[in-house]
């Protein structure tokens, strides 16, 4: 079957998770001969928001909806057979530039469709934007089904395709040395990677990466690791909680953590890491928990969002109640590192197996090979 010709729509320029996702998998399907390229809705963030580099995509205008972007996003779509729409507001942006062409477009849906729910009204609303698509992905199988009940999308028209991320390459650091290990050459030992960060080389180290912003509760994770004896926490981003997270964390943990801002490349991070916490309220399927197995690091998460089907409670680390307490999540980091070496072999084998380009990007190419050629 003939490669189609792709454009991926990412709702902004800014360096997030969904942002960056789409962005590699216009690379990685390029590679594997499906002609692809990549557009955002909007510039990056300017000023006290931006904090990382920003993609080097280009932009269609300053807003999502206005009628310059969608107009600019006519125009491209006309010169492809397929249109990814990459999450949050790609869906109405593409639903309304394509209405009355012929370019189907693929709507890739990012977080918890269960848990945005707002009103009959809205249910409404976004279910005839759902409807718009040619097609529906889905991260995992419960998402899935809650788009075919809350949208009344056909089932047949949603796919699961979960997230994926890079294979770690020989010259990045190496999560499972031990923490007493030498730097080679190359590769940066534990040890290296805790002094990097200021930390004792033989302590028991948490690591926590997201945006400081309510539904990720960075403030729980410092209680969680308050009530642990000696543990350390290396707390990674930044965000409207900066203050809060930095005030109760010199207050539970004096001179046992570090707040190390957004960083560019987690790897030194994992290299540092005997387990990875997630708290957050809600997620969709969090990179971050892919990244940590890939490098050996088991994790300790919250169940929300695709985090089960993530994690595999007992072999790769801890599953805890949404609502679980600091004690609860004390209670299941001491489990994970009690068996940090095993888990995080197995965490790394399973991930390499479910959430790697090699494996996710032959289900997106096979699928656009099917939607572009509907109307071929």
């Known amino acids: 079957m003939t490669a189609p010709t792709v454009l991926i729509v990412l709702t902004s320029a800014d360096r997030r998770g969904a942002e960056v996702e789409g962005s590699q998998l216009a690379a990685e399907l390029t590679a594997l001969g499906v002609p692809t390229s990549v557009v955002a809705l909007r510039s990056a963030a300017q000023g006290e928001a931006r904090s990382v580099q920003p993609l080097d995509v280009p932009s269609l205008g300053d807003r999502p909806l206005s009628w310059s972007t969608l107009r600019a996003l006519r125009r491209l779509a006309r010169g492809v057979d397929v249109v990814v729409a990459f ?28 848990r945005w729910v707002r009103g009959a009204w809205h249910r409404r609303r976004t279910g005839l934007l759902f409807r718009r698509a040619a097609h529906v992905v889905a ?4 998402a899935a089904a809650s788009i075919s009940n809350l949208y009344r999308v056909p089932s047949l028209s949603v796919t699961c395709i979960p997230n994926a991320r890079q294979l770690p390459t020989a010259g990045e650091p190496a999560a499972c040395e031990p923490a007493t290990g ?4 190359g590769n940066l030992s534990a040890a290296a990677a805790r002094q990097s960060f200021g930390v004792p080389a033989d302590a028991a180290v948490v690591a926590w990466v997201g945006a400081l912003s309510p539904e990720k509760r960075p403030v729980a994770a410092v209680e969680s690791v308050a009530a642990m004896a000696d543990a350390w926490l290396l707390l990674a981003g930044e965000g409207a909680l900066r203050a809060d997270v930095a005030a109760t964390a010199a207050q539970l943990l004096p001179g046992r953590h570090r707040l190390v801002g957004v960083l560019d490349d987690l790897s030194p991070l994992w290299a540092a890491a005997d387990v990875v916490l997630l708290t957050s309220a809600t997620e969709g399927m969090p990179g971050v928990l892919i990244e940590a197995a890939l490098h050996g690091v088991p994790a300790v998460a919250t169940d929300v969002g695709a985090v089960a089907t993530m994690v595999d409670d007992g072999r790769t680390g801890r599953v805890v109640p949404a609502g679980a307490t600091p004690t609860d999540m004390a209670a299941a980091l001491r489990d994970a590192l009690t068996h940090r070496a095993q888990w995080g072999d197995d965490a790394r084998a399973h991930a390499a197996a479910r959430f790697t380009w090699p494996t996710v990007t032959p289900l997106w190419a096979d699928l656009l090979r099917k939607v572009g050629s509907r109307l071929r």
């Open 182 to 185: 030498e730097p080679t050459a």
């Open 87 to 114: 999450g949050s507001s790609t869906l109405p942006a593409c639903a309304l530039a394509l209405a009355g062409t012929r370019t189907p477009f693929v709507y890739r849906s990012i977080g918890d469709p269960a």
């Open 139 to 142: 991260l995992w199988p419960e």
